[in-house]
């Protein structure tokens, strides 16, 4: 069974477009992240929730705009999509609030392209 | 510069051989987190160490944590073509493990 899950794999779609990528968590854990990275394979992070309510929001533009529905859920909304935009989404979840011995588990990737 | 180096950027070796991977915080560590990544997938927890000193194992991967020096070393022995991937050390900073700051990746190539 796996564990974090993202739909799609892959996204690519035009320039001005709005899309969604979802995550979901079957482990049971009270956070979840949502992590970006560039062609470079640098990864960083974008936004984290815990129970469903934000705890992290690093320097994203408002174009991005996360949604957890319930706290096995965090979906990423990318309103008017541009170049810059595309990139390896990761989603990560984690057991609990972010404790010193807290490991996050990561999804297999949503790859955006943007033409 | 970055938070996190990591070194090497990328290592070639023949398989059966040694090799080691670094990664440096600029901060202070209160965590650090090793993952492979492979390509196309997602990351795979490999371990994590917390406290000075501390070494772990897991089959034949060893990571190590220096506290004062801030710094955490992967060594893999009798490499397999299996181990090839993209290593990735993410730190927490802030002792709370909830944002990991992670470095540029190590690229391993094992060749027969």
């Known amino acids: 069974d796996t564990a974090v899950s993202q739909t799609p794999k892959y996204l690519v779609t035009q320039m001005g477009n709005d899309k969604s990528i979802k995550c979901e968590q079957n482990l049971g854990h009270d956070t979840m992240y949502w992590y970006k990275q560039d062609s470079k394979k640098f990864l960083k992070i974008m936004f984290s929730?815990?129970?469903?309510?934000?705890?992290i929001n690093e320097t994203v533009p408002n174009r991005f705009s996360p949604k957890s529905p319930d706290k096995a859920h965090l979906n990423l909304h990318i309103n008017s999509l541009e170049l810059g935009d595309s990139a390896v989404y990761f989603c990560?979840?984690?057991?609990?609030?972010?404790?010193?011995?807290?490991?996050?588990?990561f999804g297999p990737g949503t790859r955006l392209t943007v033409l | 510069s970055q938070e996190l180096e990591q070194s090497p950027q990328s290592l070639i070796v023949q398989e059966g051989k040694n090799l080691t991977i670094n990664c440096t915080s600029s901060?202070?560590?209160?965590?650090l987190y090793w993952y492979k990544q492979k390509y196309g997938e997602g990351l795979i927890f490999l371990m994590m160490l917390q406290k000075g000193g501390e070494e772990k194992s897991h089959e034949k991967i060893t990571a190590k944590l220096d506290e004062k020096k801030q710094q955490s070393s992967l060594h893999i022995t009798a490499s397999q073509p299996s181990h090839a991937g993209i290593y990735l050390c993410g730190a927490d900073n802030t002792g709370t493990a909830s944002k990991l700051t992670f470095g540029t990746g190590t690229r391993l190539q094992v060749t027969l």
């Open positions: 929730y815990n129970n469903k309510e934000l705890i």
């Open positions: 990560a979840s984690s057991p609990g609030e972010g404790g010193g011995t807290d490991t996050q588990y």
């Open positions: 901060k202070t560590l209160y965590g």
